[in-house]
Nanobody
Framework: VQLQASGGGLVQAGGSLKLSCVAS??????YAWFRQAPGMEREFVAA????????DYADSVKGRFIIFRDNRQNTLHLQMNSLKREDTGVYYC???????????????WGQGTLVTVSS
């Protein structure tokens, strides 16, 4: 399984970005986005089940970020709105078979895409 993340970039605070993660190979049931800010540990951002019937968001992004899947294209998206400087970091997509969005132990990880939010 390979996960290919893209869509990062430089954006001003208050702006929007959409991240994408294309999955190839075996299909997993559940996908998530994590992020890691400079000097910080990686943290959970959002997760979605394959069918989109289960979703989970970190409190820090709830109401601003939307996670959704395009199963026809095997792609996971993260629409990020009202971005803040503290959203800056490398964003990683991940996949696992079970629905345990915040638990360690994801089976596969993408390479990460950098999001930088400027003031």
């Amino acid at each position: 399984v390979q996960l290919q993340a893209s869509g990062g970039g430089l954006v001003q605070a208050g702006g929007s970005l959409k991240l994408s993660c294309v999955a190839s190979g075996r299909t997993f049931g559940n996908y998530a986005w994590f992020r890691q800010a400079p000097g910080m540990e990686r943290e959970f951002v959002a997760a979605s089940s394959w069918r989109g019937d289960k979703k989970d968001y970190a409190d820090s992004v709830k109401g601003r970020f939307i996670i959704f899947r395009d199963n026809r294209q095997n792609t996971l998206h993260l629409q990020m709105n009202s971005l803040k400087r503290e959203d800056t970091g490398v964003y990683y997509c991940a996949a696992r078979a079970e629905w345990a969005p915040r638990r360690n132990g994801y089976d596969y990880w993408g390479q990460g895409t950098l999001v930088t939010v400027s003031s």
